[in-house]
């Protein structure tokens, strides 16, 4: 069956997340949002792994689901057209800081297993290791190679996906303390890595450009720290539901079994472009190496984004393709374009209630952003949504993009347009 997968999302036990991240409105946030199979994210850590042992029984093979009557209750948040299945998958977020070739190394890894033993044996070692208890996203002074060693020791069915591999300061390729290569961290556990997540602020024509990521499957999640923010990227599967057809997918990358990925516009990602926030410096990759990484504003090194860091390590040409790829759909968020046609906040309570509206007439958000027609989408009665979306999935929008820690901002509509195309639908 072809469903919709978010393999990373946090719990309220990670540090910065909503207190209200917890499986209920997981669970309630992935059907408003069209998703089927959601991570449980830091599994870890013992008060979120009992919550799963409460709340969570066994579904299809690897996979998890809520308990019944928890479930009967959160349905009733949920309006009728975006019902649907949820399953859990049991991963978790490592964060590796250590000391490899004389340099501070500090990646995060997205670790799976197949059920909750596993799951246990595996916390028990790292527990030894390291503290798990205080952070659902536990810090470890671990190489990421060890890591990996120990997950497989655990189980052969386990598998580890290096996260978000271009982020400047967390990640294996990234700018300020990653690798060159996912072969330098991993050595000669490589050939396990089967796939590698290109996180929010790169898509994947980006990660095209470097022919050691040739044989991985890129793979796309939300990364939430909040139950709305679940598939503002996803994975699109088309297997049996279970842990290991999953699994299947993403090792083979069958393009019949993985069907593609839900992106960001990079360029919205926080850390697309060079720059310093605080300087209210934003650079292109030219002007940085004109400035010799150097802030014109402080005098202290930028902050190097991914456009920058992908140019750098880049062995193909711009705009030529490895053998293999996967389609990839470009995406923004529901809550951002209702924001961007209403002119308010996307935390504003009048976006919030179109939101709503627009769910309860049309159906979950993937469904809008992706499969139903615009002229479907404008019977909903919000004024320019249809055409919002058109101009979504053929990419005429504009993006001023994010730098440094800051997001990228949307524009879809210039002034003069939206009182026009207003005044033309009243
Ligand atoms: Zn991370
Ligand atoms: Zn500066």
Not at 215 to 222: A, C, P, Q, R
Not at 358 to 376: C, N, Q, R, V, W
Request: charged share 25%.
């Amino acid at each position: 069956m072809k469903f919709i997968a978010d393999l990373h999302v946090h719990s309220k036990y990670s540090r910065a997340t909503a207190r209200n991240l917890d499986l209920e409105n997981m669970y309630i946030a992935a059907q408003l949002k069209g998703i089927t199979v959601v991570g449980t994210g830091d599994f870890t850590h013992p008060g979120w792994f009992s919550e799963i042992r409460e709340k969570l029984i066994p579904a299809e093979e690897g996979l998890y689901k809520l308990r019944k009557e928890i479930a009967g209750e959160c349905d009733k948040n949920v309006p009728p057209s975006c019902r649907g299945k949820v399953r859990f998958v049991l991963v978790s977020e490592i964060s590796n800081i250590y000391k490899k070739n004389d340099k501070t190394r500090k990646n995060h890894n997205l670790v799976f297993v197949p059920n909750l033993n596993i799951a246990a044996k595996f916390n028990a070692k790292l527990d030894k290791i390291g503290n798990i208890r205080s952070d659902g996203r536990p810090i470890l002074g671990l190489d990421a190679k060890n890591l990996f060693e120990i997950l497989l020791e655990t189980s052969d069915q386990a598998f580890l996906i290096p996260a978000h591999i271009w982020t400047p300061w967390f990640s294996v390729l990234g700018s300020k303390s990653g690798f060159d290569s996912i072969e330098e961290c991993f050595e000669d556990l490589t050939p396990h890595i089967f796939a590698a997540e290109t996180g929010l602020s790169s898509d994947p024509p980006m990660n095209w450009r470097v022919t050691s990521l040739d044989n991985l499957t890129l793979v796309s999640n939300s990364d939430a720290h909040s139950p709305q923010k679940l598939g503002r990227e996803a994975n699109i599967f088309d297997t049996a539901l279970s842990y290991s057809a999953i699994r299947n997918a993403l090792k083979t990358g069958d393009p019949k079994q993985f069907l593609g990925t839900f992106e960001f516009y990079p360029e919205e990602g926080k850390y697309h472009l060079d720059g310093h926030r605080k300087c209210n410096v934003c650079l292109w990759p030219e002007k940085t190496i004109k400035n010799k990484g150097i802030c014109p504003v402080c005098g202290k090194p930028l902050t190097i984004g991914v456009l920058s860091r992908v140019e750098e390590l880049a062995d193909r040409p711009d705009k030529e393709k490895p053998e293999k790829t996967h389609p990839y759909y470009s995406i923004v968020p529901l809550i951002d374009i209702l924001s961007e046609i209403l002119q308010v906040g996307p935390k504003s309570k009048k976006v919030q209630r179109n939101y709503n509206a627009a769910l309860t007439e049309l159906g979950s958000e993937f469904a809008i952003l992706y499969d139903l027609k615009p002229e479907a989408i404008e019977m909903a009665g919000i004024p320019l949504l249809g055409e919002a979306i058109r101009r979504m999935r053929n990419k005429t929008i504009e993006i001023s993009p994010g730098y440094d820690g800051e997001f990228g901002r949307v524009k879809i509509f210039s002034e003069d347009e939206r009182d026009n195309l207003r005044g033309s639908a009243s």
